[in-house]
């Protein structure tokens, strides 16, 4: 069993920066993947952006130049820094843990850009 903890979402002006963190805890394998997925009020769940533990990565076309997700030096730690933020980014920011053995989901964090 894998444990996802998101964190460091919160209310950010048009224009802003704000990043976010899914910390893994558990049986975490040395081989997986960690998606971020956004929900809108209203709108299906999409797809942002993952990465792999070979560092291999893809985007989501609306968040290509503006998004940047990465390992953090801290153990088992994947962050989402999203910049030249729009009210359209305006979601519950959740991470996906897939291993070999199954998918795992954190319970989100709220990220709301108005001014």
């Known amino acids: 069993q894998v444990t996802l903890v998101e964190s460091g979402g919160g209310l950010v002006q048009p224009g802003g920066s704000l990043r976010v963190s899914c910390t893994a805890s558990?049986?975490?394998?040395?081989?997986?993947?960690t998606a971020w997925y956004r929900q809108a009020p209203g709108k299906q769940r999409e797809f942002v952006a993952s990465?792999?533990?070979?560092?291999?990565?893809t985007y989501a076309d609306f968040a290509k130049g503006r998004f940047t997700i990465s390992r953090a030096n801290v153990k088992n730690r994947v962050d989402l820094q999203m910049t030249s933020l729009k009210p359209e980014d305006t979601a519950v920011y959740s991470c996906?843990?897939?291993?070999?053995?199954?998918?795992?989901w954190g319970q989100g964090t709220q990220v709301t850009v108005s001014s």
């Open positions: 990465i792999s533990t070979g560092n291999s990565i």
């Open positions: 996906k843990h897939s291993d070999s053995r199954a998918k795992f």
């Open positions: 558990g049986s975490v394998d040395s081989v997986y993947v």
